[in-house]
Every structure is written in structure tokens, then in C-alpha cells.
């Protein structure tokens, strides 16, 4: 997105996964609907850690703590900006509750977006299996 947003524009109507710290790339004239996915923090890190592990590379150069607070400092910011958009609007989806009542999660985010979805399948696709780095 930041060398080459153009695509973007083709893709209208489609779902994207865009990482937060891309969102900023978006280009500013197209409306989006954002499916904000939250997960605690310390879930975060153990993930992040765990990556790090398998490239070979020590997680513990940086402590736990400063990344946590470093995530919550950029999703704070990442929150003031998109309130401050007016071609954006977001609906932060729990985590921990998607992955609690998958059925219910689906009816939410199908009625924040307004489309007609197969809201079961979505529900469906849910793997608690997956769901490894817990607080």
C-alpha cells in the first residue's frame, strides 16, 4: 500500500486484510468500513515473541513491557486518527468473544457492514484450534 495503492480503488466491494499500521495508506477518497480485530496485548507479544523465535531472532532484546506499551501508544493513535476520518468507520471486534460465540460475532459485523452474508458460514470458519497464545 505504501509504494502502490491503486489497486484499492478496483477492489471496491471486496474484504481486505490490511494490517492497522497500513490502514494510513488507504487512499483518502474512498469510503472504508473497518473490521477491527482486538486482541489483548499480552496474547500479542507471546505471538510476536513466538514469530521472532522461529526466524532465529531473540525477543527479549526489547522487554515485554516497553512492546505492550509501545502497541498501546499505537493503537491509541491508530483510535484518534480514524475517529478524525470521515471516509472511515470502524467496528472493533473482541478477540476472545469472536472466538467465545463465533455466530454472534458474524451477525454483528454483517449488520455493521449491511451486506447480505452467510453469516453461519462465517461462524463456521472460526478455529478456537488456532487460538494458541492466550493471557
Known amino acids: 500500500l505504501r509504494q502502490d495503492s491503486s489497486w484499492v480503488a478496483q477492489a471496491r466491494g471486496k474484504a481486505l486484510k490490511v494490517i492497522y499500521k497500513l490502514v494510513y495508506d488507504l487512499p483518502a477518497d474512498i469510503s472504508y468500513r473497518i473490521v477491527f480485530l482486538e486482541r489483548d496485548l499480552d496474547e ?3 505471538s510476536q515473541e513466538a514469530m521472532l523465535r522461529r526466524s532465529g531472532l531473540d525477543p527479549d532484546q526489547i522487554g ?6 509501545l502497541f498501546q501508544a499505537e493503537i491509541f493513535a491508530f483510535r484518534r486518527w480514524a475517529e478524525a476520518q470521515a471516509n472511515v468507520r470502524i467496528f472493533y471486534a ?10 454472534k460475532a458474524a451477525q454483528e459485523i454483517a449488520q455493521f457492514l449491511g451486506l ?8 463456521e470458519v472460526v478455529t478456537p484450534e488456532l487460538y494458541r497464545n492466550r493471557a
Open 64 to 69: 515485554r513491557e516497553v512492546l505492550i506499551k
Open 44 to 46: 500479542v507479544q507471546a
Open 94 to 103: 473482541n478477540h476472545a468473544r469472536v472466538i467465545a460465540d463465533p455466530k
Open 116 to 123: 447480505p452474508m452467510d453469516t453461519a458460514a462465517m461462524a
